[in-house]
């Protein structure tokens, strides 16, 4: 069983920049792959970023490529996101994810998530 807190959302203007963190209990964390996703109000849940188990091997979606970083630190247990650029398309409950075996955007392939933090982006 793994329980993950996210923190870092937060109000932002228009250009700014937020650092997403996703602390993860348990043992197993560096046995995962890691993903971010997120929410926009009347909108499904979509991508952001994974990271492989060894952090070596990152994909993004498009609309966030070259803005968003994802990161790890196993001797933590943490993932972050890092958020550059940040316009009002980012507004969204972000959730941190784990335990795909893989790095992969499919959000069915990860068995635990954590309860989201808000990113509100104004003009």
């Known amino acids: 069983q793994v329980q993950l807190v996210e923190s870092g959302g937060g109000l932002v203007q228009t250009g700014g920049s937020l650092r997403l963190s996703c602390a993860a209990s348990?043992?197993?964390?560096?046995?995962?792959?890691m993903g971010w996703f997120r929410q926009a109000p009347g909108k499904g849940r979509e991508f952001v970023a994974c990271?492989?188990?060894?952090?070596?091997?990152?994909f993004y979606a498009d609309p966030v490529k070259g803005r968003f970083t994802i990161s790890r630190d196993n001797a933590k247990s943490a993932v972050y996101l890092q958020m550059n650029s940040l316009n009002s398309e980012d507004t969204a409950v972000y959730y941190c994810?784990?335990?795909?075996?893989?790095?992969?955007?499919?959000?069915?392939?990860?068995?635990?998530w954590g309860q989201g933090t808000q990113v509100t982006v104004s003009s």
């Open positions: 994810a784990a335990g795909a075996s893989i790095a992969t955007t499919e959000a069915r392939l990860y068995g635990y």
């Open positions: 990271s492989s188990r060894s952090g070596d091997d990152t």
């Open positions: 348990g043992r197993t964390f560096r046995s995962y792959a």
